[in-house]
Nanobody
Framework: QVQLVESGGGLVQTGGSLTLSCTAS????????MGWDRQAPGKLSEEVGT???????TYEASVKGRFTLSRDNTRNTAYLHMTNLKAEDTGLYYC??????????WGQGTQVTVSP
């Protein structure tokens, strides 16, 4: 099993910045992918971005150039640094983890609220 512990999030004004972190523990493989999904009120969940253990990243179109994923493999921790936040970035952000042994696993979620 994989356990994910998330931190960060909160309330920020438009144009502000926040950083989310997610630490994976348990029976995990060194080759894995971490990232975040988010769900805005009344909308379907969408993938924000992913980062592999080799550092390969993907980003959803609306966050490119504003959000940056990074990770510390020695700590099995991924970071989502969000800048120039907009009201439409408001939502529940769920860290996710996957490797060849386990399917996608999500954290408990953390709220990000961007005020006008």
């Amino acid at each position: 099993q994989v356990q994910l512990v998330e931190s960060g999030g909160g309330l920020v004004q438009t144009g502000g910045s926040l950083t989310l972190s997610c630490t994976a523990s348990g029976n995990i493989l060194n080759e894995n992918t971490m990232g975040w999904d988010r769900q805005a009120p009344g909308k379907l969940s969408e993938e924000v971005g992913t980062i592999s253990s080799r550092g390969t990243t993907t980003y959803e179109a609306s966050v490119k150039g504003r959000f940056t994923l990074s990770r510390d493999n020695t700590r099995n921790t991924a970071y989502l640094h969000m800048t120039n936040l907009k009201a439409e970035d408001t939502g529940l952000y769920y860290c996710k983890f996957s490797d060849r042994r386990v399917g996608a696993t999500w954290g408990q979620g953390t709220q990000v609220t961007v005020s006008p």
